[in-house]
């Protein structure tokens, strides 16, 4: 009975690694993320059943990266890997979504006469929504962080610079 149960064991240990945890889906980022992910999921299932079909590719790619960057918040990728600057690179998805999820709503909304489109391009438009709702809040993040950064880290350097510049010259 311990080898049969070691396996569910197992899988259940791996599905909660890859969820996210209680702390970060209840913040403001982890629910921001988790809409994300569920309405470009349900745009995209709308988008498959609808004529509007030529429209598929956009709401699948934002749904897999929304679902990359739940997975790297949520598990703490990001701080183990420095190669990108995250909150940058998160503020570059969610301005272009929210742009193409916009554009794509109202042409399947104008354009097409199903139901399927129009329930796409009403997901599309409450996905616009928050993708726009999270670059604003991102966007106010990395003004901030700058604000603080330009004015403690802007003068020690120069001066430092400046000193040695000076001396070089003599």
């Given at each position: 009975?311990?080898?049969?149960?070691?396996?569910?064991?197992?899988?259940?240990?791996?599905?909660?690694?890859?969820?996210?945890?209680?702390?970060?889906?209840?913040?403001?980022?982890?629910?921001?993320?988790?809409?994300?992910?569920?309405?470009?999921?349900?745009?995209?299932?709308?988008?498959?059943?609808?004529?509007?079909?030529?429209?598929?590719?956009?709401p699948l790619l934002e749904f897999l990266a929304a679902l990359f960057l739940l997975f790297a918040y949520s598990t703490k990728f990001n701080e183990r890997f420095?190669?990108?600057?995250?909150?940058?690179?998160?503020?570059?998805?969610?301005?272009?979504?929210?742009?193409?999820?916009?554009?794509?709503?109202?042409?399947?909304?104008?354009?097409?006469?199903?139901?399927?489109?129009?329930?796409?391009?009403?997901?599309?438009?409450?996905?616009?929504?928050?993708?726009?709702?999270?670059?604003?809040?991102?966007?106010?993040?990395?003004?901030?962080?700058?604000?603080?950064?330009?004015?403690?880290?802007?003068?020690?350097?120069?001066?430092?610079?400046?000193?040695?510049?000076?001396?070089?010259?003599?």
């Amino acid at each position: 009975m311990g080898d049969i149960e070691a396996p569910s064991s197992t899988r259940r240990t791996v599905l909660l690694s890859i969820l996210p945890t209680k702390e970060f889906a209840s913040s403001r980022k982890g629910m921001l993320l988790i809409a994300e992910v569920a309405l470009s999921f349900i745009a995209f299932v709308c988008f498959v059943a609808s004529s509007a079909a030529a429209f598929v590719t956009a709401p699948l790619l934002e749904f897999l990266a929304a679902l990359f960057l739940l997975f790297a918040y949520s598990t703490k990728f990001n701080e183990r890997f420095k190669g990108f600057y995250w909150p940058l690179m998160d503020f570059l998805r969610c301005v272009s979504a929210s742009i193409i999820f916009f554009i794509i709503s109202i042409l399947a909304v104008s354009k097409y006469v199903d139901g399927a489109s129009k329930a796409a391009g009403v997901f599309g438009f409450i996905a616009t929504i928050v993708f726009a709702l999270d670059f604003y809040i991102i966007f106010n993040d990395l003004a901030d962080f700058l604000k603080q950064g330009g004015e403690s880290n802007e003068e020690s350097p120069r001066h430092q610079d400046d000193d040695s510049s000076y001396a070089d010259s003599d």
